[in-house]
């Protein structure tokens, strides 16, 4: 009995991973951008809240077209935020226990936070932008090439050669 094989990522998923760094980049500077002269008038968790909302619907195009090179779609669109709500949660919880904690302040502790939630922000994007590749990704049976769905016949039935 081998040992099983640990598939490393391919050329496309690094790539992937690459841009989806570029766009948070963009996405933090965004968000920074609004956090900071709103932060002048309003408290820091409301100036993060509106700059989180202004660089999520930006994330939301630069991931669809940039990231997974996919159109997007009023379901996508719509269920896009409702997945950010674990990197809302992630961030939010960053940035009190940072700001609240750890003594932090509260004009640096939203680039930390932020920084905490790239693995989940990774995941669930991908999760929402790229319906149905995970389950053709598990099966190898069920993709074809380039992971689209496979084109072939169905088996036919095996036969036993013993009488009924």
């Given amino acids: 009995m081998g040992r099983p094989t ?3 990522p391919s050329a496309d998923q690094w790539g992937r991973l690459a841009r989806f760094a570029v766009v948070g980049g963009v996405n933090t500077g965004t968000f920074y951008l609004c956090y900071l002269p709103l932060h002048r008038v309003l408290p820091y968790f409301a100036a993060y ?9 930006g994330s ?3 991931n669809t077209y940039f ?26 919880a960053g940035l009190v226990a940072l ?5 932090l302040s509260s004009t640096v502790a939203p680039l930390l936070a932020a ?12 999760r929402i932008l790229l319906p149905g590749r995970r389950k053709a990704a598990a099966d190898p049976r069920a993709a074809g090439p380039g992971g689209s769905p496979a084109q072939t016949a169905p088996s036919p039935p095996v036969r036993s050669n013993e009488p009924a």
Wanted: glycine letters at 6%.
């Fill in 6 to 8: 640990r598939r490393l």
């Fill in 49 to 57: 809240t509106a700059g989180f909302l202004v660089s999520l619907t």
């Fill in 60 to 62: 939301f195009f630069l």
């Fill in 67 to 92: 990231t997974y090179r996919t159109r997007p779609s009023w379901r996508k669109f719509l269920l896009f935020p409702l997945t950010q709500v674990t990197n809302y949660a992630v961030q939010s």
């Fill in 99 to 103: 700001v609240g904690w750890c003594g």
């Fill in 115 to 126: 920084l905490l939630a790239i693995p989940f922000t990774y995941l669930v994007s991908r």
